[in-house]
């Protein structure tokens, strides 16, 4: 199927807000749940570099989209940077600020040995399955200071529901 736009999130949460805002309708939920419209899908990996790559293999098999989007939260290592702060890790010159992310195997739990602004699960995974001949963009919103506390769901669809309008323009 022929579609512009390939969004991918890690966690529902992420997804739920960007499913009305795009009014994508869910298509099939096994292996992964994947939303569409006529010019753009979104599919939920679930959380890590395994999961991620097996679903934008199946994602890509699906769909011939122009640009991919990955989109979702990520923790922060500089405790002066505020919850719900935006970021692009893939492109400098865009309306939305640029941060260096780094991905990691399991979630970060302290900031120690974070050598990037951002840390998630995903973010590398994501540019390393997704073809060359498609635009890449990582947004992601800080939900956590690489501490213990985990966001719950409800506080990681509100993060991502602020952020739409920075981001949609590139879908």
Same mark, same amino acid.
């Given at each position: ?23 994508? !309708? ?5 292996? @992964? ?11 939920? =990996? ?13 994602? @890509?098999?699906?769909?011939?989209? /122009? ?17 719900? =702060? @935006?970021?692009?890790?893939? /492109? ?13 195997? =399991? ?18 995974? @994501? ?43 590139? !879908?």
């Amino acid at each position: 199927m022929k579609i512009q736009t390939l969004i991918h999130t890690a966690l529902t949460a992420e997804a739920k807000p960007i499913t009305g805002y795009f009014a994508l !309708v869910c298509k099939s939920k096994i292996p @992964f749940n994947i939303y569409e419209n006529d010019t753009t899908a979104l599919i939920v =990996s679930g959380i890590g570099a395994a999961k991620t790559k097996e679903a934008l293999t199946l994602a @890509f098999r699906l769909f011939s989209p /122009h640009t991919a989007i990955n989109i979702g939260i990520a923790g922060c290592a500089d405790k002066n940077v505020q919850i719900g =702060s @935006f970021f692009c890790a893939t /492109h400098k010159n865009l309306s939305v600020p640029y941060a260096p992310l780094s991905s990691h195997k =399991s979630a970060v739990k302290s900031g120690e040995g974070i050598t990037s602004l951002l840390a998630d699960q995903e973010g590398e995974a @994501f540019l390393e399955n997704v073809p060359d001949n498609v635009e890449k963009y990582i947004f992601k919103v800080v939900s956590d200071h690489l501490d213990a506390r985990i966001p719950t769901k409800a506080e990681v669809s509100a993060l991502l529901q602020k952020t739409l309008p920075l981001w949609s323009i590139y !879908v």
